[in-house]
């Protein structure tokens, strides 16, 4: 098709999925999924400014470190990732300087 890059757009594939960009050369810029967005979605969290930040329980925060570092450890052997995307647009997103801790 010509492309050589894919954003696995807030999904995680099988770790043969990855296997095969590797073989290919397809990088991948590689989502956290979105998460813990309870009944209210805001479709331009980043264009009008509200809903960018979710107000997370410190549990929903735990949970969402503890899966991202799973996510990190289970595929960062694979070279075709290329980048790790915390938030997709901002949403579901933490306060991201507190992630940093």
């Known amino acids: ?6 954003r696995k757009h807030v999904k995680i594939e099988p770790a043969r999925w990855y296997y095969h960009a590797d073989r290919l050369g397809m990088l991948v810029w590689q989502d956290m999924p979105s998460g813990d967005m309870g009944n209210r979605w805001e479709v331009r969290p980043g264009v009008i400014r509200e809903g960018m930040y979710k107000n997370r329980t410190a549990e929903s925060e735990a949970i969402f470190k503890a899966e991202w570092k799973e996510i990190i450890n289970e595929f960062r052997f694979f070279p075709s990732i290329i980048t790790w ?6 949403w ?7 992630l940093l801790k």
């Open 1 to 6: 098709m010509g492309f050589n890059m894919i």
């Open 85 to 90: 995307v915390p938030f997709n647009e901002a």
């Open 92 to 98: 579901g997103s933490l306060r991201q300087p507190r």
